[in-house]
């Protein structure tokens, strides 16, 4: 069994029910193709995000995409030697795969960080480009409330002093918003994925702090 790891640890403290989350995307992605031949994990930090559904998957390949050369010396670390695993440090828009090769491609808590809005279309379309037909696309960002955003922040708040991350994190996290990442409303997002050519988009995670959406080629 592949270990924890710290970055995991933190990210259960800081995003609702991270554990929950992780567990229903390999759900999905088996309901989906219960044997895919390739999966991108793309922005895959630490490997986090991976390690589950390496795992889980005996017989996928998986490629773990960064655009930091220290998050994929940490994701390899993670993997500690994984056969199936290929790692290429480029962010998403710029990932130059074969066109309809993907069978399965993940971006957990990765495409918020995206403050050019035309290079979020930009991998957002890229995806759509290298997933195969009936690929599967699944998304998990931050969101922002164009109503009752107090009051969600209030929620989020009360999760991450539940799993008692200090408070001094737990304001950073909030202030973190529009300075660090860069959330669309849910709408905004949905729209956002049919523009990169997704027809079939459906929202699967919704918290008081993060949405997941998942989208079939």
């Known amino acids: 069994m592949l270990p924890i790891t710290e970055q995991e640890r933190r990210m259960s403290m800081r995003i609702t029910d991270y554990d929950i989350l992780r567990q ?19 922005g895959c930090g630490c490997g986090g995000s991976a ?10 390949q998986f490629v773990l995409a960064d655009p930091s050369e220290d998050n994929i010396r940490a994701a390899k670390e993670t993997m500690q030697g994984e056969q199936r695993c290929l790692y290429v440090t480029n962010p998403t828009h710029k990932l130059n795969m074969g066109d ?4 399965v491609i993940t971006a957990i808590m990765s495409h918020h960080y995206y403050k050019d809005m035309e290079e979020k ?12 037909g009936h690929g599967i696309y699944i998304a998990t960002e931050h969101v922002r409330y164009e109503r009752d955003q107090e009051y969600m922040d209030e929620q989020w708040a009360g999760y991450m002093r539940f799993k008692a991350l200090p408070e001094e994190m737990v304001q950073e996290m909030l202030s973190r918003r529009f300075d660090e990442y860069f959330p669309l409303t849910e709408d ?19 918290t008081c702090s993060d949405i997941g959406i998942v989208a079939i080629k």
Not at 28 to 38: A, S, Y
Not at 51 to 60: D, H, I, S
Not at 121 to 132: E, G, P, V
Not at 188 to 206: C, L, P, Q
Request: charged share 25%.
């Open 51 to 60: 390690r589950y559904p390496v795992q889980m998957f005996k017989e996928t």
């Open 24 to 42: 229903r995307v390999v759900d999905i992605v088996k309901g989906h193709d219960p044997n895919p031949r390739i999966w991108l994990d793309t």
């Open 121 to 132: 279309a930009s991998a957002t379309a890229n995806c759509y480009r290298m997933l195969k």
């Open 188 to 206: 905004e997002m949905i729209s956002h994925i049919k523009d990169a050519g997704f027809t079939k988009v459906n929202v699967f995670w919704r």
């Open 100 to 103: 309809n090769t993907i069978d």
